[in-house]
């Protein structure tokens, strides 16, 4: 099991930043993929951008590449997210996700599909005004 816990939420105008964190505990050594996702209200989620652990190989959506960085440290099994120009657009709440070689998550969806992940914190919510 791994436990996910997001902090680095609020409020922001337009055109700031935020940076998002995602403490990892329990069984993480088994986990082979990171990411964070975000849903708005009356929309679905989505992926917002993933790490591989092992490599670092990074994916992002289109909508934040250029503006958001995920990045990860590995020694204190934090994950994290840095948002910058920050628009009201990206108004959600933010999860971070966990995928390990357990049951659960489908090994082969890619980074950035729910799917891959069997792992979910609760969310931080991030609110961007104009």
């Known amino acids: 099991q791994v436990q996910l816990v997001e902090s680095g939420g609020g409020s922001v105008q337009a055109g700031g930043s935020l940076r998002l964190s995602c403490a990892a505990s329990?069984?993480?050594?088994?986990?082979?993929?990171m990411g964070w996702f975000r849903q708005a209200p009356g929309k679905e989620r989505e992926g917002v951008a993933a790490?591989?652990?092992?490599?670092?190989?990074?994916y992002y959506a289109d909508s934040v590449k250029g503006r958001f960085t995920i990045s990860q440290e590995k020694a204190e099994n934090t994950l994290y997210l840095t948002m910058n120009d920050l628009s009201p657009e990206d108004t959600a709440m933010y999860y971070c996700a966990a995928a390990d070689w357990g049951p659960g998550g489908d090994r082969r969806s890619p980074a950035l599909e729910m799917s891959k992940y069997n792992y979910w914190g609760q969310g931080t919510q991030v609110t961007v005004s104009s």
């Open positions: 790490i591989y652990t092992v490599g670092g190989s990074t």
């Open positions: 329990g069984y993480t050594y088994n986990t082979y993929c």
